[in-house]
């Protein structure tokens, strides 16, 4: 009765930690949450006539407009004509994995990389190769030689990636576009987190700005900047791939919510500027905090890199060989919820001794507490 690749449906273990994140008095690092203080519910007076009613596939022309508006002023080279408005960019991925994947087609990602996009390409039967992630971006050899391999594209998440909240430099960026134009491979970049940068000196142009040659699909959400209930988001293709994009959207859901699309365009007609400049402050602080915190209960016990931008701290603990799967129960027991490594990679090691912890949700009370409670369990395994 049920298809084939539904066998390959996975990880019940992920929707089970964020089910379970949400009870209260939980403590929750595990999901990708925004503060709520910052989702301000719109007013609804002035919603224009036939919102309602049925729209275009495409999304709401000046949302489209708007979009291209702020690509060209990430210094991409693209229209309004080359943008479709997506369910959330995880719409994005699934059409990707739609358009490009069959059973056995090589695609190539970070290690470790976002575990619904992971999820999503080994459903439909992807064989995924992985290039792990340094501190300044992919190790560029490895790169080359994942390339030259031909893969059907290579997805990619350069700026403030999850899970690891690292930043490709821009040598990094040089070279990877470079090696992407030489293969000629499509690159896939998804870019959800790039407004919520903490350090300016980041380098975030996109690397689809510098290809010149390789085709290209670039994914974008409105979900960490204004509200990931709205599921706003948008890709931006190279021309010759936009019409087979356009027709799986259709097929999928016809068009976005237009309620949602017109709540997005108000905002950013509106002050979107002082409205990000604010997040930034707010998660910058949130950040500090759990670094803080880190530094002060784990320094002895893990290792992480303070994250430039984005939501989550990767934290690799300095005992080899703790799978952190293992201690998520007895954390949940005691209050707090944080996202065990092994489903971030597409060929897990036998035992992932990292972990995500995000910092955007909790207050700074809830920061310490977690912090506390994480370093309390690693000690006693130590000790134990
Ligand atoms: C890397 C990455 N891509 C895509 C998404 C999906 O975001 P959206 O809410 O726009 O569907 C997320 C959400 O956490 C993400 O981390």
């Known amino acids: 009765m049920l298809s084939q690749r539904t066998a390959r449906l996975t990880s019940s273990l992920i ?116 290039v792990a992630l340094g501190e300044h971006g992919p190790d560029l050899d490895a790169l080359r030689a994942g390339l030259a391999a031909k893969p059907a594209f290579a997805y990619l998440i350069p700026t403030f990636q999850n899970p690891s909240g690292r930043c490709y430099d821009a040598a990094h960026r040089d070279a990877t576009a470079e090696a992407l134009d030489a293969q000629q491979v499509l690159l896939v970049e998804d870019d959800p987190y790039r407004e919520l940068v903490y350090d300016e000196a980041c380098e975030r142009t996109p690397l689809c700005a510098r290809l010149t040659r390789a085709p290209w699909i670039y994914l974008g959400s409105f979900s960490k900047t204004l509200a990931p209930g709205l599921r706003v988001g948008y890709l931006i293709a190279s021309p010759e791939l936009f019409p087979y994009l356009l027709k799986l959207k259709q097929a999928a859901d016809l068009h976005s919510n237009r309620l949602s699309q017109w709540l997005v365009l108000s905002q950013l007609q509106g002050d979107f500027a002082g409205h990000l400049a604010r997040l930034r402050t707010l998660y910058r602080e949130r950040r500090d905090q759990m670094h803080a915190a880190l530094s002060e209960q784990l320094g002895e016990a893990a290792s992480w890199q303070c994250p430039p931008g984005g939501l989550f701290f990767w934290l690799q603990l300095n005992t080899p060989g703790i799978d952190t799967r293992t201690l998520l129960p007895e954390a949940m027991a005691r209050g707090l919820a944080f996202m065990p490594g092994e489903p971030f990679f597409p060929n897990a090691p036998a035992a992932v001794s990292a972990m995500r912890l995000n910092f955007s949700h909790s207050d700074p009370a809830s920061l310490r507490q977690g912090v506390r409670l994480l370093a309390e369990l690693l000690h006693e395994q130590q000790e134990g």
């Open 15 to 130: 929707r089970d930690i964020l089910a379970a994140a949400q009870r209260p008095g939980m403590i929750s690092f595990a999901g990708g949450l925004p503060a709520s203080e910052t989702l301000a519910l719109p007013r609804l007076e002035d919603v224009p006539d036939g919102v309602m009613q049925y729209g275009p596939s495409e999304g709401e022309p000046a949302l489209r407009e708007a979009v291209a508006e702020r690509a060209r002023a990430m210094g991409m080279r693209c229209d309004a004509s080359q943008v479709l408005i997506l369910t959330g960019s995880q719409q994005g991925i699934d059409l990707v994995s739609k358009l490009l994947i069959d059973p056995g087609t090589p695609v190539l990602l970070e290690a470790p990389t976002y575990l619904a996009a992971l999820q999503s390409f080994q459903f439909f039967g992807a064989d995924c190769r992985s």
